[in-house]
């Protein structure tokens, strides 16, 4: 341990140097991210809740995307961050880490293609005692041995590198943490340990897939007894599986079947199997598995029968009054108006102001930008409605509402843990504050913001969505929210209630205490501060605390209890998604020196361009 005390972090230098590559594969990888990880989740969810879908194949096939979702997150996330960073680093324990669940997934991976193989062998050669060979206890253990074989190989791995001394340099030629590029750095001689991975990573690959493709050969062979129907799909499940097998091994193999050495290949090769190939699986099983696209539509169309009878929903609004609802408009108008602009000038001040690149000001600027957008998903409806007659809202327009004030405001709720925790290292950790809130730390936190609400909203989508409405199709509310939606069910509610307490209300209860505690800890060591520092970091704690308190106390009313509705609750829906979003912008302006100083000079600065403008007109 006393010679890797030399290197505690590693230098990633990615795939590029090029500023201009670097935003053009943000935008790829980023897109590619978000494709692997819906398709494959689209599959899990698919075989999970449809019954037609509950064969062995079909079981093996949900884990896989599961492997492929989580396998793809130990790699992209970090990637897409480090290619909006200039200074690509990984620490030490962070770089052990992704080696080793990259490896135990990867080789999950490898030993469920087998598992995946045997069960078209038993399928296809041996049909009459398939539902026998395949039942639940075997289907069961050969996912025991896979997790297990997959363990055994990533300890292999990870056991080799842990233990090997690096002195320096630090700087690895890759976008991940990987065996090659890390034998190299090693300050000793890895010659055996090169061997070792050579044996425990390609000979394996080599014997898997030559015995796979063996095994594919044999049940093809067999396909001779077959009728031409039962030929032709297990032709297009047996090539689904070949072509996923092939695009698994082939570059694995090219990888680690050869002496320990990096070669300028590798990291294309990488990319290939760690990005592109978890997002072609799903496309792949799907594209070519006409039972998977029936079931995908079914469960797409799932209790539509139900729900047909009520395609839109009418909203009552706020009131009935006519002259009320003028005014409303009034109102409202001006204050989406003062919502969004207020909340874009603060966006526009944080990007335009250099002394404002704090990592305070960052999440600031995402917290505006959440805000504006959070409130543009209610308001503008709201404002049409107080001017029509009949207030009615399609039913995919109520989902797609109901899913954007969810992501909205869930990453809003992380947003405003992340600016806490900003808070506590500025005032309880300053020396080390740039060290531990440095940009790839932002990031990463907005990233875990923006998936916290996704997963969050898509959660309670997914359960409204797939609920039957047959009518009454009257909400008494002004926008499409969980509890007026799931009096209008027409089946028992009670769990998917408990749920929405547990995914809404438990989360804000437990998330606002220790928000609450993190601020006590943090005015608490004011006491060593200047008075100064302490007037200072009063200022900015007090507006952070007003937030938390206006956004969390009304989602508590709303989510903490079982599912009901009173009179109140529009009020209080008013309250924390059209006055909140409308005061954020208002509370950090004025109880923030720094901004006010900073939207002062920018003006100032536009101030004589206009002038001279004015002088070359006349």
Known sequence: MGQRN???????????????????????????????????????????????????????????????????????????????????????????????????????????????????????????????????????????????????????????????????????????????????????????????????DGAICVIIFALLLISYGVILHSLKSLSQEGRRKALFTCGSHITVVVLSFVPCIFMYVRPPSTLPIDKSLT??????????????????????????????????????????????????????????????????????????????????????????????????????????????????????????????????????????????????????????????????????????????LLVVAWVGGFLHSVVQLLFVYSLPFCGPNVIDHFICDMYPLLELACTDTYFVGLTVVANGGAICMVIFILLLISYGVILSSLKTHSQEGRRKALSTCSSHIMVVVLFFVPCIFMYVRPVSNFPIDKSVTVVYTIITPMLNPLIYTLRNSEMKNAMRKLRCKKLPIRRMRMCHSH
């Open 6 to 200: 030399n290197v505690t972090e590693f230098v990633l230098l990615g795939l590029t140097q090029s500023l201009q590559g670097q935003k053009i594969l943000f935008v790829v990888f980023l897109f590619i991210y978000i494709v692997t990880m819906v398709g494959n989740l689209l599959i899990v969810v698919t075989v999970t809740v449809s019954p037609t879908l509950d064969a062995p194949m079909y079981f093996f096939l949900g884990y896989l995307s599961f492997m492929d979702a989580v396998y793809s997150t130990t790699v992209t996330p970090n990637m897409i961050i480090d290619l909006v960073c200039e200074k690509k680093t990984i620490s030490f324990q962070a770089c052990m880490s992704q080696l080793f669940i990259g490896h135990l997934f990867g080789g999950a991976e490898i030993l469920l293609l087998v598992a995946m193989a045997y069960d078209r062998y038993v399928a296809i050669c041996k049909p009459l005692h398939y539902l026998t060979i395949m039942n639940g206890r075997a289907c069961v253990l050969l996912l025991l041995l896979v997790w297990a074989g997959g363990f055994l190989h990533a300890v292999i791995q990870l056991l080799f590198v842990y233990n090997l001394p690096f002195c320096g340099p630090n700087v690895i030629d890759h976008f991940i943490c990987d065996m090659y590029p890390l034998l190299e750095l090693a300050c000793t001689d890895t010659y055996i340990i090169g061997v070792t991975v050579v044996a425990n």
């Open 271 to 444: 990319v290939f199997y760690t990005v592109i190939a978890p997002m072609l699986n799903p496309l792949i099983y799907t594209l070519r598995n006409g039972e998977m696209k029936s079931a995908m539509r079914k469960l797409w169309t799932r209790k539509m029968g139900h729900r047909n009878n009520v395609t839109e929903f009418v909203l009552l609004g706020l009131t009935q009054d006519p002259e009320g609802q003028k005014a409303l408009f009034v109102m409202f108008l001006l204050i989406y108006m003062v919502t969004v602009v207020g909340n874009l000038l603060i966006v526009v001040t944080v990007l335009a102001s250099p002394s404002l690149h704090s990592p305070m000001y960052l999440f600031l600027a995402y917290l505006s930008l959440m805000d504006a957008i959070y409130s543009t998903a209610i308001s503008p409806k709201l404002i049409l409605d107080l001017l029509c007659g009949k207030k009615t809202i399609s039913f995919p327009v109520c989902m797609g509402q109901l899913f954007l004030e969810h992501l909205f405001g869930g990453a809003e709720v992380f947003i405003l843990v992340a600016m806490a925790y900003d808070r506590y290292v500025a005032i309880c950790k300053p020396l080390h504050y740039l060290t531990i809130m440095n940009r790839q730390v932002c990031i990463l």
